[in-house]
């Protein structure tokens, strides 16, 4: 069974960073993708960026390129998301998936592609 845990958010000022983290247990990384993603209150949940956990391919939402940077660390099967130069419209509960299998490139920043999900970890920026 896969199980994800987020951890890393936090309340800072417009400008400011913030690093969130991915723990990941019952994960094979290899094959897969795996992703970030938020949702505000009365808003769907949007894909922020997602990688291949094989290759290492990133792909990101046209809203963060060039701010936010996600990786992971296979050795300690976690996955991060740096973010910079936050914005009060990044506020949103923050969302680790991962899907077990790869995709085309356009599906990787839906939440329907993938299976598992975790907890969320609430980011909020003030202006």
């Known amino acids: 069974q896969v199980q994800l845990v987020e951890s890393g958010g936090g309340s800072v000022q417009a400008g400011g960073s913030l690093r969130l983290s991915c723990a990941a247990s019952?994960?094979?990384?290899?094959?897969?993708?795996m992703g970030w993603f938020r949702q505000s209150p009365g808003k769907e949940r949007e894909g922020v960026a997602a990688?291949?956990?094989?290759?290492?391919?990133?792909y990101y939402a046209d809203s963060v390129k060039g701010r936010f940077t996600i990786s992971q660390d296979n050795a300690k099967n976690t996955l991060y998301l740096q973010m910079n130069g936050l914005k009060p419209e990044d506020t949103a509960m923050y969302y680790c998936?991962?899907?077990?299998?790869?995709?085309?490139?356009?599906?990787?920043?839906?939440?329907?592609?993938?299976?598992?999900w975790g907890q969320g970890t609430q980011v909020t920026v003030s202006s």
């Open positions: 990688i291949t956990t094989g290759g290492g391919t990133t």
């Open positions: 019952g994960y094979t990384y290899g094959t897969g993708c």
């Open positions: 998936a991962a899907a077990l299998t790869g995709g085309s490139w356009w599906s990787l920043l839906l939440p329907a592609f993938y299976t598992y």
